[in-house]
């Protein structure tokens, strides 16, 4: 009897469904590390624009001759500029997205993200303030409408006016 040398048809099925196994596991973890990659950079987008617009806001708080109202219902904050100017800070909508404005404007905000929970509270009242606290969310929402991929932080911080 001779012996034929090569491969069965079973080996071969055998080879094929590992490899195809195998493939499946690849990309599933490429899948997720993209995902990953993309919600880890709409964060590091966020952070820095939120951070830039808490600055600006204290900023101009802090170098304000002194605070005309404070708001806590209406969450709108008005300083008395060092040249006499006036600036309102508040939320404005802009063509369906919350931005962070001032009455001259100008958004301190980027229009590819959503200001939510936009809250000032005036220390000790709301008729002479002494420390001013801001906090909201920032949310930029994913173009796919994954929703695994949407991105928020919150921010907040207080102030005071420097020039008293």
């Given at each position: 009897?001779?012996?034929?040398?090569?491969?069965?048809?079973?080996?071969?099925?055998?080879?094929?469904?590992?490899?195809?196994?195998?493939?499946?596991?690849?990309?599933?973890?490429?899948?997720?590390?993209?995902?990953?990659?993309?919600?880890?950079?709409?964060?590091?987008?966020?952070?820095?624009?939120?951070?830039?617009?808490?600055?600006?806001?204290?900023?101009?708080?802090?170098?304000?001759?002194?605070?005309?109202?404070?708001?806590?219902?209406?969450?709108?904050?008005?300083?008395?500029?060092?040249?006499?100017?006036?600036?309102?800070?508040?939320?404005e909508d802009d063509l369906g997205v919350n931005r962070l404005a001032s009455n001259s404007g100008i958004y301190v905000t980027?229009?590819?993200?959503?200001?939510?929970?936009?809250?000032?509270?005036?220390?000790?009242?709301?008729?002479?303030?002494?420390?001013?606290?801001?906090?909201?969310?920032?949310?930029?929402?994913?173009?796919?409408?994954?929703?695994?991929?949407?991105?928020?932080?919150?921010?907040?911080?207080?102030?005071?006016?420097?020039?008293?």
């Amino acid at each position: 009897m001779e012996m034929k040398k090569g491969t069965s048809i079973i080996e071969l099925v055998v080879v094929i469904g590992l490899i195809s196994l195998l493939s499946l596991a690849m990309s599933a973890i490429m899948l997720t590390t993209i995902v990953s990659s993309n919600r880890v950079r709409r964060l590091t987008q966020i952070k820095q624009a939120g951070d830039i617009a808490l600055n600006q806001v204290q900023t101009l708080i802090r170098n304000s001759r002194q605070i005309g109202a404070c708001s806590s219902d209406n969450n709108i904050l008005t300083t008395i500029n060092p040249d006499g100017g006036v600036t309102d800070i508040m939320l404005e909508d802009d063509l369906g997205v919350n931005r962070l404005a001032s009455n001259s404007g100008i958004y301190v905000t980027p229009s590819n993200l959503t200001i939510s929970n936009f809250d000032i509270t005036c220390e000790p009242n709301d008729t002479e303030p002494v420390l001013i606290k801001i906090s909201f969310d920032m949310t930029q929402t994913s173009s796919s409408g994954n929703t695994r991929e949407d991105a928020s932080i919150h921010f907040e911080t207080t102030t005071g006016i420097r020039n008293e």
